[in-house]
């Protein structure tokens, strides 16, 4: 499993831009991102190379952050490949809360929140999915 | 041609109308003595004896009555009558999660109707006029107070509440009502709406709108009447004096009378609460004389403004109260609904993990926005949207259920809310520029 940061973002110019600028003063890599946004804020939903010390500095700087385990999978880079995923977990009803896309090592990569991690890990090998590890960012 | 409802009481000489209120308040201090407890007791602290009171000016010997006197009668515990005389019930905001309630014997209500026929009269409306009544109908006190004083003089009521805009403009061009009664926001947005829907107003019959239950500049008249093609009337009232009908503008616009038989009024100083006069800027604070359900003695509203006891034009006696222009209290007015920050604040503590850090905005685009800004703390905060969405829905809810008017609630970082002295700012009105 993974462990992704989430950051409250208010919706205003300038904001992101505040938040790469640390992240690039502490070479912090950000290795996979997703933004969900409401008309006042967003979410950014980040796997970077060095959690903790992101989390650190993010707390210092005063960010609201959490950090949640997700689920990284390696997908082949061809049409119904996410279909295998989505169906395998949802005939087993597990939930996915959300879900977005990376490339890691050239391979394609879809992180998933999902309702059960422990469940949704277990079916995901037993039908040979290739799972990622933190080290894999 | 003035038009009255009750001439011989309306224009009744100054010191008739004086020598009337003191045989009033006589009798009152005797009634509240004897019926309620709340003020039997705080005579007796002072020392005071019902027969102390003979005439009108005796009012500065009775001790004054505190909305927080209501709040802690909740709900029927200062009434002058038994549970059995009391026909009907409204309420408004309170200071916290509970209401002020206010109870009616069928004498309350029938004096009501008396003086909110008269206030209808006063503008100049009469039985011919058809009234569409735009003020809310429950237990707000608007609705059903303008109905009864408009069927007692005639007209013909259509008790169509507030809201719907697209209804009340086909109401008003096919039943062709004539007057219009709802707060003056609303009126200058329905006029804002029939023009942007390519309504002429000038093919309106509309001619008339009696506007209150919140405060309004003169300027918003000029822009209502310009916008409508109307006159537009100020009525002033609380829920605790009956509600509307306590004072109304007559024809001159020149300030709201005040219906002197039914009530003594004063202004008192904002700092020390001891009578000013005529002419000065102060709170305003009303004896009730002829209720008979929950009897007011000097109730303080915490509503400023200056009273003119000049001779008005249009022959009334009773004297007049300009415009409020401000408040005692930290109480706001939103979309004709009184709003205590306390009430928003009590709202917010019942939702689990909500901080202590918010900020209330409230401002105006023709009609009032109420914006809660809140703080959330690391264990409020969700990478999940619809788990904050369902936080700010939460607090929504939990705010429109407690003040019957709808917020948006804006979820903020911690730590964002302005502090001062280590507390929130709290309060921010932007409207300043329309009070």
Redesign the interface.
């Known amino acids: 499993m993974i462990k ?1 940061i ?1 950051i ?1 973002l ?1 919706n205003h110019p300038g904001t992101l831009a505040k938040l790469t600028k640390l992240f690039m003063e502490n070479a912090i890599n950000m290795r996979a991102l997703t933004v ?1 946004e ?1 008309a ?2 967003g ?1 950014l ?1 980040i796997i970077v190379d060095r959690t903790e010390d992101a989390a650190n500095i993010l707390d210092k700087n ?5 950090i ?1 385990h997700v689920i990284a999978v390696e997908v082949e880079d061809k049409p119904g490949a996410l279909h295998q995923i989505a169906k395998m977990l949802g005939d087993n009803g597990v939930n996915i ?2 879900l977005y896309s990376t490339i890691v090592k050239e391979a394609a990569v879809i992180v998933l ?1 999902v309702s059960d991690n422990e469940e949704a890990v277990k079916i995901l090998r037993e039908n040979n999915v290739k799972l990622l590890d933190q080290k894999d960012f | 041609m003035t038009v009255f409802w009750n001439k011989s009481a309306e224009t009744m000489p100054s010191n008739e109308l004086k020598e009337l209120q003191g045989k009033k308040l006589s009798a009152l201090a005797k009634f509240v003595y004897e019926n309620i407890q709340f003020y039997k007791k705080k005579f007796d602290e002072m020392g005071l004896k019902p027969d102390d009171i003979k005439t009108a000016d005796d009012i500065t010997k009775l001790p004054l009555t505190y909305k927080d006197d209501l709040r802690d009668h909740y709900p029927f515990k200062m009434l002058a009558v038994p549970m059995d005389d009391i026909v009907r019930v409204h309420a408004s905001s309170g200071t916290t999660g509970k209401p002020t309630v206010v109870s009616y014997t069928r004498k309350d209500i029938d004096d009501w109707t008396e003086l909110m026929a008269r206030t209808v009269m006063a503008p100049g409306i009469t039985h011919k006029d058809i009234i569409q009544n735009a003020y809310g109908y429950g237990l707000f006190t608007g609705g059903l107070g303008f109905h009864y004083g408009a069927e007692k003089v005639g007209a013909t009521v259509i008790p169509i509440s507030g809201g719907n805009t697209d209804r009340q403009l086909m109401i008003m061009q096919d039943f062709e009502s004539t007057v219009l009664t709802c707060t003056p926001s609303y009126a200058l947005f329905i006029a804002e709406y029939a023009k942007k829907e390519g309504i002429d107003v000038s093919k309106l019959a509309l001619k008339k709108a009696i506007c209150g239950a919140e405060p309004w500049t003169d300027d918003l008249r000029k822009t209502i009447e310009k916008n409508m093609q109307i006159d537009a009337y100020d009525i002033y009232g609380l829920s605790e004096i009956y509600g509307p009908g306590v004072s109304v503008e007559c024809e001159e616009k020149d300030g709201m009378h005040i219906w002197e038989d039914f009530f003594i009024v004063e202004t008192l100083d904002k700092e020390t609460l001891e009578p000013v006069g005529p002419g000065e800027e102060g709170v305003l604070a009303f004896t009730t004389l002829e209720k008979e359900g929950l009897p007011l003695i000097r109730y303080i509203t915490n509503d400023v403004t200056i009273l003119s006891a000049e001779k008005c034009n249009c022959g009334r006696t009773h004297i007049r109260m300009k415009k409020v222009t401000g408040r005692r209290d930290d109480m706001l007015i939103v979309r004709g609904i009184n709003v205590f920050p306390s009430q928003i604040e009590h709202a917010l503590m019942q939702i689990p993990g909500v901080s202590g850090h918010y900020q209330i905005i409230v401002d105006r685009d023709i009609l009032d926005s109420l914006e809660v800004k809140v703080e ?3 264990d409020t ?6 788990e ?2 369902k936080f700010s829905n939460d607090i929504e809810t939990k705010i429109f259920n407690i003040l019957q008017v709808r917020a948006k609630v ?7 809310i302005p502090r001062s002295m280590g507390k929130s700012q709290r309060v921010i009105d932007k409207r300043t520029k329309n009070i």
Not at chain 2, 381 to 386: G, W
């Open positions: 992704q989430s409250f208010p969900s409401t006042d804020y979410i939903k005063q960010y609201l952050t959490a949640t809360d959300y929140r | 959330l703390t690391p905060f969700s990478d999940k949207m619809s904050l969405e804006e979820l903020v970082t911690p730590g964002t």
